[in-house]
């Protein structure tokens, strides 16, 4: 288990490394379609992580809603 209330103190939440790595595995385990498309977005790193953060709890399906949607504001 993790202690929250010494790393929030710390810088927040996000600096976690336990939520680093789910972060990280949430890319990885992207259908190949949707980390395609992500790819193709030429995204900054800051903004590619955002992504990821939005993608994390969609389905398949809204997924690449999602990034069709951005592709169109690009």
């Known amino acids: 288990m993790?202690?929250?209330?010494n790393?929030?103190?710390e810088g927040?939440?996000?600096k976690l490394d336990i939520v680093k790595k789910y972060f990280?595995?949430?890319f990885t385990v992207m259908s190949k379609d949707v980390r395609e498309q992500?790819?193709?977005l030429n995204l900054s790193k800051d903004e590619l992580k955002e992504?990821?953060?939005?993608?994390?709890?969609?389905?398949d399906d809204k997924q690449k809603?999602?990034?069709n949607e951005l592709s169109k504001k690009k």
């Open 2 to 5: 993790v202690d929250l209330s």
């Open 7 to 9: 790393n929030t103190k």
């Open 12 to 14: 927040g939440f996000e």
């Open 24 to 26: 990280h595995k949430i």
């Open 38 to 40: 992500l790819m193709d």
């Open 51 to 59: 992504v990821k953060k939005e993608l994390a709890f969609l389905s």
């Open 65 to 67: 809603e999602y990034l």
